[in-house]
Nanobody
Framework: QVQVVESGGGSVQAGGSLRLSCTASGLIFDDYAVGWFRQAPGKEREAVSCISWSGGTTYYVDSVKDRFTISRDNDKNTAYLQMNSLKDEDTAMYFC?????????????????????WGQGTQVTVSS
């Protein structure tokens, strides 16, 4: 049984930083691409960033480029999202998800419906 668990959310002031972690079990982690997604109240879930199975390829939505960094440690079955220079508009529930063997380029596959395995989410609240 695949299980995905996020951690690291919290409340932070604008300009601050948080690091989210995503640990997966019940799968061969380094066979899977990982994505971070977020959903604010009243809005649709959106992609934030994705990383290939090896970590060699990454994708970021424009709004987080140069502020967020996705990474992974396959020995620990864990992916990370380092979030710096946080803004009010980053406030959302953040979800981690996993999908096996992306065929198309990462930027074309980094969308919620592509990912079958999801965590429960971790809340990030940014206040100014």
């Amino acid at each position: 049984q695949v299980q995905v668990v996020e951690s690291g959310g919290g409340s932070v002031q604008a300009g601050g930083s948080l690091r989210l972690s995503c640990t997966a079990s019940g799968l061969i982690f380094d066979d899977y691409a990982v994505g971070w997604f977020r959903q604010a109240p009243g809005k649709e879930r959106e992609a934030v960033s994705c990383i290939s199975w090896s970590g060699g390829t990454t994708y970021y939505v424009d709004s987080v480029k140069d502020r967020f960094t996705i990474s992974r440690d396959n020995d620990k079955n864990t992916a990370y999202l380092q979030m710096n220079s946080l803004k009010d508009e980053d406030t959302a529930m953040y979800f981690c998800a996993a999908v096996i063997s992306m065929v198309k380029p990462l930027a074309e596959e980094c969308y919620p419906a592509r990912f079958p395995y999801w965590g429960q989410g971790t809340q990030v609240t940014v206040s100014s």
